[in-house]
């Protein structure tokens, strides 16, 4: 299974961006799914997930920014990001966690979208 991100970019500080991320096959079963973002010089954190029966999980610094989502017919997990801040600079990736089939588990990356914010 391989993760395709998408919907980086440069905007301003205060404006917003829907990150995409989606699977290139259906996923046999899935626990999470989550967006990770780092920036130069700091570990990767995580930013927001979002479990199998729709709980969801942000990041302290992103709560009420940021929203995950995801579409399980389209096999994609978004993040809608909003009021960005010059801190959200980072490049942000995707994750999966499950089972590709009945007998793999999963766990899944995507290569990576840039998001910056300039003030």
């Known amino acids: 299974v391989q993760l395709q991100a998408s919907g980086g970019g440069l905007v301003q500080a205060g404006g917003s961006l829907r990150l995409s991320c989606v699977a290139s096959e259906t996923i046999f079963s899935i626990n999470a799914m989550g967006w990770y973002r780092q920036a130069p010089g700091k570990q990767r954190e995580l930013v927001a997930a979002i479990t199998s029966g729709g709980s969801t999980n942000y990041a302290d610094s992103v709560k009420g920014r940021f929203t995950i989502s995801r579409d399980n017919a389209k096999n994609t997990v978004y993040l809608q990001m909003n009021s960005l801040k010059p801190e959200d600079t980072a490049v942000y990736y995707c994750?999966?966690?499950?089972?590709?089939?009945?007998?793999?588990?999963?766990?899944?990356w995507g290569q990576g979208t840039q998001v910056t914010v300039s003030s």
């Open positions: 994750n999966v966690v499950g089972y590709s089939d009945p007998w793999n588990a999963l766990d899944a």
